[in-house]
Structure formats: structure tokens, C-alpha cells
T-cell receptor, first 110, second 115 residues
Framework: RKEVEQDPGPFNVPEGATVAFNCTYS??????FFWYRQDCRKEPKLLMS???SGNEDGRFTAQLNRASQYISLLIRDSKLSDSATYLC???????????FGDGTTLTVKP | EAGVTQFPSHSVIEKGQTVTLRCDPI?????LYWYRRVMGKEIKFLLH????????ESGMPNNRFLAERTGGTYSTLKVQPAELEDSGVYFC?????????????FGPGTRLLVL
């Protein structure tokens, strides 16, 4: 079993839709959680960190459930520019190593 | 401020040859990481430098891979001899501090194809 598992996707949604991605992690020692965005043939870029209380950044909301070892990302009012692969990333306390999920691909259509 | 840079952007070599990838982290970042993504797989950690020291090399696949960071600035990752399964995208990342919550900034990657 992979340490970080994501929805396989792909997700194809119309502009303006709300879409949610799920991620689960297996290592209970994991302490830090992130969503990265990766455009085609580009490097991963940090979208947002995920905090225990949940956090929001504009149209993006991230949630963490430590008991279920589950992370989510909600995108509201999808834009064409949101089309990308979204990577769930997990890190243990004071460890540099990041563990990535396979990524979920989102395509927003007009 | 310049981001993480990597050279070359692409490399095509034959099996058995040697390739050296270079990474220049963001200036002032003591922490440097190598990751790679092979076809159809997730991005995987290779190793982590703090300045010139290897902090964690648990992800290095075998002894054909050698990473160095002399002087604690740029890093090189050498693959010798290259095998077909080494093909993929090699990403370098850097961070200022070491901490689970610290942002790691990624370079554009080197696309390696071993024929």
C-alpha cells in the first residue's frame, strides 16, 4: 500500500463547478501536510499548507482529519486556469523528506 | 529573487553512459533535496543535504547514484552507469530551514531519457 493515496481522477468539470479531492496517508507519524499544484511539464508549486483546524485561501479550502488520516482540498467556482495536477504531500516532524501521492488531474472546461 | 535552477533541462544518453545533473538552490537555502519521478509513478524522495552534509539518503536507489554538495552551495547528482529504468524527471528542491512545515521550492527538473 502506498504511503499517500489520492483519488485517481481525472476530474473533468465545467467552469464554476465545485470539486473536491481526497487524500489519505498511512504513516501516523506524519505531521505536516500540503497541497501542491503541478502544471504539465512544470515543477510542483506549493498551493497551500493544511492545518489541523482547516484553512482557506480564496476559492481553496483544505481540511485535515488526523483521526482518519485524511486530507481534502475543495475548489469552489473553478476557473480554466485551475486545470492542473494536484499533489497531496505529507512530511514527518522535522524531516525534510516529502512523500507524494500520485496526483489527481483536474481539467476545467468552458 | 532567483528560484531553484537545474541543468540540463533535458538529457538523452545511452545505457551505460554517465550523466551528471546540477542543481542550484535558492541563495541562502541550507537545505537541498533531490526527488525523481519515473514514468507512471509518484514523485519520490532521493536525498536531503543540510549544507554540505547528507542528512538523509534513504531514497537513493542504488550505488550507481552519487550526490554531492561540495561547499554547501550547488549540488550534483551523477548516475554511472545509467540504466533504462533511470529515465524520468529529476527535481531538485530547497528550503531555508529544516522543519516539517517549511516550504520546499522546486526547480523545473531535468528530464532524463536513457536509451
Amino acid at each position: 500500500r502506498k504511503e499517500v493515496e489520492q483519488d485517481p481522477g481525472p476530474f473533468n468539470v465545467p467552469e464554476g463547478a465545485t470539486v473536491a479531492f481526497n487524500c489519505t496517508y498511512s504513516n501516523s507519524a506524519s505531521q505536516s501536510f500540503f497541497w501542491y499544484r503541478q502544471d504539465c511539464r512544470k515543477e510542483p508549486k506549493l498551493l497551500m499548507s493544511v492545518y489541523s483546524s482547516g484553512n482557506e485561501d480564496g476559492r481553496f479550502t483544505a481540511q485535515l482529519n488526523r483521526a482518519s488520516q485524511y486530507i481534502s482540498l475543495l475548489i469552489r467556482d473553478s476557473k480554466l486556469s485551475d486545470s492542473a495536477t494536484y499533489l497531496c504531500v505529507v512530511r514527518r516532524t522535522n524531516a525534510g523528506k516529502s512523500t507524494f501521492g500520485d496526483g489527481t488531474t483536474l481539467t476545467v472546461k468552458p | 529573487e532567483a528560484g531553484v535552477t537545474q541543468f540540463p533541462s533535458h538529457s538523452v544518453i545511452e545505457k551505460g553512459q554517465t550523466v551528471t545533473l546540477r542543481c542550484d538552490p535558492i541563495s541562502g537555502h541550507d537545505n537541498l533535496y533531490w526527488y525523481r519521478r519515473v514514468m507512471g509513478k509518484e514523485i519520490k524522495f532521493l536525498l536531503h543535504f543540510v549544507k554540505e552534509s547528507k542528512q538523509d539518503e534513504s531514497g537513493m536507489p542504488n550505488n550507481r547514484f552519487l550526490a554531492e554538495r561540495t561547499g554547501g552551495t550547488y549540488s550534483t547528482l551523477k548516475v554511472q552507469p545509467a540504466e533504462l529504468e533511470d529515465s524520468g524527471v529529476y527535481f531538485c528542491a530547497s528550503s531555508q530551514e529544516l522543519g516539517a512545515g517549511e516550504t520546499q521550492y522546486f526547480g523545473p527538473g531535468t528530464r532524463l531519457l536513457v536509451l
